[in-house]
């Protein structure tokens, strides 16, 4: 007699919900899903449990700041907190960067039913944490209704459903302390009797790190957690160090964090160097307008960042975020950066005094009109996504079907061969939300376009979107 293991254990769900930042941290972190109406939907980006790790200056806390704003702004019905253990954050700061990644959520960072920043002038780090916890628990134990997604499940054919994510930051974890490390700090630095209080922190950190899995699968929370990065010191010059991870230096460590953080981590950013973007004058090589031109403004930097220890993505593959100084991570400069300078001109047509996109070639411009097009011109920003997407999505991919591999200039003229019109295709969003399917503003991801032209895909909503936009049907 066979054993009856489906009656007796529990199917986990077939998809692990990840929710979409963009800045192409989505493809690399996790890849595309078949939707409820034969789309492909993107689920890749912020995972339950993640670390950022890197030097001093090299915007690990802008990362996250722009990572939970992004999500507050996308995904209506997030909540988020940040604990602050170095005293610095404010309000204001936060606000700054949302209004340059998520304009909309301005008015709601003041609302504290969905946002608070706390620090440790109010809770140490052991009280914060149970408070969460009391949170998250309270959550489960008082049966939340969890929200439908566009994701389903390939045996029951039934959507999956998680509760709406909440965030929770912590800046940085290498200074987040209990008050029982705290009261033993009373002895001179260097004193043999402050070992135990080393050994303390870390066991606490453990401790916390090792219900952090189960914590946050249970709870819908998703974590995000920094951590310095400093120098190992060599004890022994002829023994050579070994590397805690394979894309670290060896002579590398991160500070006053636990091993298991670099273990437990659904993904590990290191933010290895950062530098400014500088034009052969040594002005701002992407001015945001032609009075942003003085020679030395280092506002505009890029930074290449490495995961580490990814669980759903390939580990050690640079990537490089655009960021000011003043408004923190720049999405859209991100994708720009990506087609243009790492990918050396992939999908842009003209040349340097004028070019253009391959999918939206009414607009050219120059190095100078860039961030400008950005600000006013929604649909450059969506072409800007589509060419980043399909850029990475074939660098990640390089044994995909040949007949689903195109360039942008193909993948524009072929699809408007067949009768697409391009004005509505930019018109859409490539992240998914949990009104997926009702969303005002249509979903359209990037292997939707590359099945569409194979002749394999057609947008479920593209006649009823037609129809009530009273534009002329030829597709």
């Not at 960067?97 to 706390?118: G, N, Y």
């Not at 009391?134 to 998680?162: A, Q």
């Not at 000011?324 to 991100?334: F, P, V």
């Amino acid at each position: 007699m066979s054993l009856d293991i489906a009656g007796k254990f529990t199917q986990t769900d077939p998809v692990k919900i990840l929710f979409n930042v963009g800045a192409t941290l989505d493809l690399s972190t996790g890849g595309y899903v078949p939707g409820l109406k034969g789309d492909m939907v993107l689920c890749g980006g912020l995972a339950p449990i993640n670390g950022i790790t890197g030097p001093g200056n090299s915007f690990k806390s802008a990362l996250m700041h722009f990572i939970i704003m992004t999500v507050l702004d996308r995904y209506k019905e997030a909540m988020g907190i940040e604990y602050d253990t170095e005293g610095t954050l404010t309000l204001a700061r936060l606000i700054a960067i949302a209004t340059e990644c998520a304009p909309d959520l301005v008015p709601l960072l003041t609302d504290m039913s969905k946002f608070i920043l706390t620090d440790m002038t109010q809770y140490d780090g052991g009280e914060f944490f149970t408070l969460a916890k009391e949170l998250l628990e309270t959550r489960v134990k008082g049966k939340e209704k969890k929200i439908e997604t566009p994701f389903h499940d390939p045996i029951t054919g039934k959507p999956i459903s998680c509760y709406a994510p909440l965030v929770i930051g912590i800046d940085s974890y290498s200074l987040f302390q209990s008050k029982s490390v705290q009261n033993m700090q009373v002895n001179e630095i260097g004193d043999k009797s402050r070992n135990m209080e080393y050994m303390r922190d870390g066991a606490a950190k453990t401790a916390m790190l090792m219900e952090l899995p189960t914590l946050a699968a249970k709870s819908g929370s998703n974590w995000l957690m920094s951590a310095h990065l400093g120098e190992r010191p060599q004890m022994d010059p002829m023994q050579p160090l070994r590397k805690q991870l394979a894309y670290l230096k060896a002579n590398l460590k991160l500070k006053n964090v636990p091993e298991k953080f670099m273990f437990l981590t659904n993904n590990l950013w290191y933010m290895e160097n950062a530098g400014p973007l500088l034009d052969d004058q040594k002005g701002p090589k992407y001015p945001r307008n032609s009075n942003d031109s003085m020679k030395g403004d280092t506002d505009l930097m890029v930074i290449r960042i490495v995961n580490l220890r990814p669980k759903s993505g390939p580990a050690g593959v640079p990537l490089h975020l655009v960021v000011s100084q003043r408004d923190g991570i720049l999405r859209d400069m991100t994708h720009f950066y990506y087609i243009k300078e790492v990918n050396k001109d992939y999908g842009f047509g003209g040349h340097n005094r004028g070019y253009f996109l391959d999918i939206y070639p009414e607009l050219t411009m120059n190095r100078n009109q860039v961030r400008n097009n950005i600000a006013i011109d929604p649909k450059f920003k969506r072409a800007l996504e589509i060419t980043s997407e399909l850029c990475q999505y074939y660098n990640l991919n390089p044994d995909i079907d040949a007949s689903l591999y195109c360039t942008p200039e193909q993948l524009y003229t072929d699809i408007k061969a067949m009768g697409y019109d391009w004005d509505i295709l930019l018109r859409t969003r490539g992240y998914w939300t949990f009104d997926h399917y009702t969303n005002k503003i249509p979903p359209l991801s990037t292997l939707d376009l590359i099945n569409m032209r194979a002749g394999i895909y057609r947008p479920w909503w593209y006649d009823e979107f037609v129809k009530s936009n009273n534009v002329a049907a030829t597709a």
